[in-house]
């Protein structure tokens, strides 16, 4: 697998680039072979791919953020019947983020998604966001991939039929043959790209529809195509139209204007959102991790551009400015930048509470758990205070908290991997070595690494067996139950190759 965070899946046609537009597309129609049982269990084999890729990243604030759109999209689907109840639960319905700065997502079988980063990194807006995010979770409840493989399954009949045709006449002329065989291919490979366009002007005639039911302004869709035209520097000048997967990008803009105007929406100007503008900052961050780029950005808070900005601008600067300098080390100037951020917010509660979480990233970063616990709200509950608390009760000798904790949220989110992972390291910390291996165990789980899961699992049952389980019976017989599950999951592997 090469480092772009990408399989060869995406060959199906269900890159970002391609998104189109058409309006008035009546539905397609549901006419694949494929089973959702079997379509989920095709994504969580890409999925697996895609976690033991290096571009992986588990980032508690961008996944929180980026969830936070992705969860009032599924909740829309559902509320215009997009979504069924099959596909809602059997379905993962899961974002996975990479850091690549190339501008993609994509949607796999089985409700996976994959962002990069490089997307995050250029939208203006979150209803920008939300207009890719609406696009490709249209392509899931739509069922496209399974769908697009049934049609090139059908396809097949045609082209040996060609062949055959050609191999009976080759005797007569070799020239016919040939011509018989390459229209033959020909045909099933157009067929194949028609049916490739109506998928993407369903994914995006839904997909509008899904966004503006969550409440995301239509503009997102407008000028989130813009930007793909300029990104993908597409000179629409009428060449070989009919190859394209797609419908050219003018059209798609021209597409999305029409449907925009047909949405009444409030004459008043939106508000700055100054969250996505830091959650923008993270993420030029952390998909330019160079010493250059990170000193670039720590710079650019001191500049005059910078002050000349607007408030929403200046709060992504100061962002960028302060991780970069904790990712350089430098922490007194990070904490002199995450503290100008919080006085810039002040007043903005969400932007407030990603600015005192900044701040305590930083803190911890500086070896300083005690102060970043402080700066954590005591009211905030997300995913990114309970990464951030864990981390630093466990840094400050207080692992029997950070455990009792974490306890209670992979109760809750058994696929929070990071979760495990940390939960292991305050078992590790209190000498709990059992226990320890067995949350270990559950990370690999999460990652449907059930390979590493296995294996860990038995060293936990050798250790038990080694020791008598000091005594925690009922942890070894939890081991030995999780360890016959994964053991079953993986012959249901075996069989699927």
Same mark, same amino acid.
């Given at each position: 697998?090469?480092?772009?965070?990408?399989?060869?899946?995406?060959?199906?046609?269900?890159?970002?680039?391609?998104?189109?537009?058409?309006?008035?597309?009546?539905?397609? &129609?549901?006419?694949?072979?494929?089973?959702?049982?079997?379509?989920?269990?095709?994504?969580?084999?890409?999925?697996?791919?895609?976690?033991?890729?290096?571009?992986?990243?588990?980032?508690?604030?961008? @996944?929180?953020?980026?969830?936070?759109?992705?969860?009032?999209?599924?909740?829309? /689907?559902?509320?215009?019947?997009?979504?069924? /109840? =099959?596909?809602? @639960?059997?379905?993962?319905?899961?974002?996975?983020?990479?850091?690549?700065?190339?501008?993609?997502?994509?949607?796999?079988?089985?409700?996976?998604?994959?962002?990069?980063?490089?997307?995050?990194?250029?939208?203006?807006?979150?209803?920008?966001?939300?207009?890719?995010?609406?696009?490709?979770? %249209?392509?899931?409840?739509? +069922?496209?991939?399974?769908?697009?493989?049934?049609?090139?399954?059908?396809?097949? *009949?045609?082209?040996?039929?060609?062949?055959?045709?050609?191999?009976?006449?080759?005797?007569?002329?070799?020239?016919?043959?040939?011509?018989?065989?390459?229209?033959?291919?020909?045909?099933?490979?157009?067929?194949?790209?028609?049916?490739?366009?109506?998928?993407? +002007?369903?994914?995006?005639?839904?997909?509008?529809?899904?966004?503006?039911?969550? $409440?995301?302004?239509?503009?997102?869709?407008?000028?989130?195509?813009?930007?793909?035209?300029?990104?993908?520097?597409?000179?629409?000048?009428?060449?070989? *139209?009919?190859?394209?997967?797609?419908?050219?990008?003018?059209?798609?803009?021209?597409?999305?204007? %029409?449907?925009?105007?047909?949405?009444?929406?409030?004459? /008043?100007?939106?508000?700055?959102?100054?969250?996505?503008?830091?959650?923008?900052?993270?993420?030029?961050?952390? %998909?330019?991790? !160079?010493?250059?780029?990170?000193?670039?950005?720590?710079?650019?808070? =001191?500049?005059?551009?910078?002050?000349? #900005?607007?408030?929403? +601008?200046?709060? !992504?600067?100061?962002?960028? #400015?302060?991780?970069?300098?904790?990712?350089?080390?430098?922490?007194?100037?990070?904490?002199?930048?995450?503290?100008?951020?919080? =006085?810039?917010?002040? &007043?903005?509660?969400?932007?407030?509470?990603?600015? #005192?979480?900044?701040?305590?990233?930083?803190?911890?970063?500086?070896?300083?758990?005690?102060?970043?616990? &402080?700066?954590?709200?005591?009211?905030?509950?997300?995913? *990114? =205070?309970?990464?951030?608390?864990?981390?630093?009760?466990?840094?400050?000798?207080?692992?029997?908290? /950070?455990?009792?904790?974490?306890?209670?949220?992979?109760?809750?989110?058994?696929?929070?991997?990071?979760?495990?992972?940390?939960? #292991?390291?305050?078992?590790?910390?209190? $000498?709990?070595?059992?226990?320890?291996?067995?949350?270990?165990?559950?990370?690999?789980?999460?990652?449907?690494?059930?390979?590493?899961?296995?294996?860990?699992?038995?060293?936990?049952?050798?250790?038990?067996?080694?020791?008598?389980?000091?005594?925690?019976?009922?942890?070894?017989?939890?081991?030995?139950?999780?360890? +016959?599950?994964?053991?079953?999951?993986?012959?249901?592997?075996?069989?699927?190759?």
């Amino acid at each position: 697998m090469k480092r772009h965070f990408l399989t060869p899946w995406l060959a199906a046609g269900c890159l970002l680039l391609l998104l189109p537009a058409q309006a008035q597309l009546p539905t397609l &129609g549901d006419t694949s072979e494929m089973t959702s049982s079997a379509e989920r269990k095709l994504g969580e084999r890409i999925a697996r791919e895609l976690y033991r890729d290096p571009d992986y990243i588990d980032d508690p604030v961008l @996944d929180e953020y980026v969830l936070e759109i992705w969860t009032r999209l599924l909740a829309a /689907a559902r509320a215009r019947g997009e979504l069924t /109840a =099959e596909l809602d @639960d059997r379905f993962a319905w899961t974002v996975l983020l990479g850091k690549d700065r190339v501008i993609n997502a994509f949607a796999l079988p089985g409700g996976w998604m994959g962002v990069q980063l490089g997307l995050i990194n250029v939208t203006a807006s979150r209803d920008e966001l939300a207009a890719v995010l609406g696009h490709e979770l %249209s392509h899931v409840t739509q +069922r496209h991939i399974s769908r697009l493989m049934t049609q090139e399954k059908r396809q097949m *009949p045609w082209m040996v039929a060609a062949m055959v045709l050609g191999a009976l006449i080759a005797g007569k002329s070799g020239d016919a043959a040939n011509a018989a065989i390459v229209g033959g291919q020909a045909m099933a490979m157009q067929n194949s790209l028609n049916f490739s366009r109506d998928m993407e +002007r369903e994914a995006d005639r839904i997909g509008f529809g899904v966004m503006t039911q969550a $409440g995301f302004e239509p503009q997102g869709f407008v000028t989130m195509f813009e930007k793909l035209q300029q990104a993908a520097r597409l000179n629409d000048n009428g060449n070989y *139209p009919y190859l394209r997967t797609h419908p050219m990008t003018t059209e798609r803009i021209a597409e999305a204007q %029409s449907r925009q105007q047909l949405i009444a929406r409030s004459g /008043a100007a939106p508000s700055p959102d100054l969250v996505h503008a830091m959650m923008v900052g993270r993420s030029r961050v952390l %998909s330019n991790p !160079g010493v250059d780029n990170l000193r670039a950005y720590a710079a650019e808070a =001191e500049g005059t551009q910078a002050a000349a #900005a607007d408030r929403a +601008r200046q709060a !992504g600067i100061l962002y960028a #400015a302060a991780l970069a300098s904790a990712k350089l080390r430098e922490f007194a100037n990070a904490a002199r930048l995450a503290a100008r951020l919080g =006085e810039l917010v002040a &007043g903005d509660a969400p932007a407030a509470l990603q600015a #005192a979480l900044l701040g305590a990233e930083v803190a911890l970063a500086a070896g300083d758990p005690a102060r970043a616990a &402080g700066m954590v709200p005591a009211t905030a509950t997300g995913r *990114p =205070e309970l990464i951030l608390m864990s981390q630093a009760r466990i840094q400050g000798g207080r692992a029997v908290e /950070a455990a009792q904790r974490l306890q209670t949220w992979v109760a809750l989110h058994p696929r929070d991997a990071q979760a495990w992972q940390l939960l #292991a390291a305050a078992y590790t910390a209190q $000498g709990q070595t059992l226990r320890a291996i067995r949350a270990d165990a559950e990370a690999q789980v999460a990652h449907l690494d059930y390979q590493a899961a296995r294996d860990r699992f038995k060293a936990a049952q050798d250790l038990a067996r080694k020791s008598g389980a000091g005594g925690d019976h009922i942890e070894a017989s939890i081991i030995d139950t999780r360890a +016959r599950q994964v053991e079953s999951l993986l012959r249901e592997q075996a069989l699927e190759r």
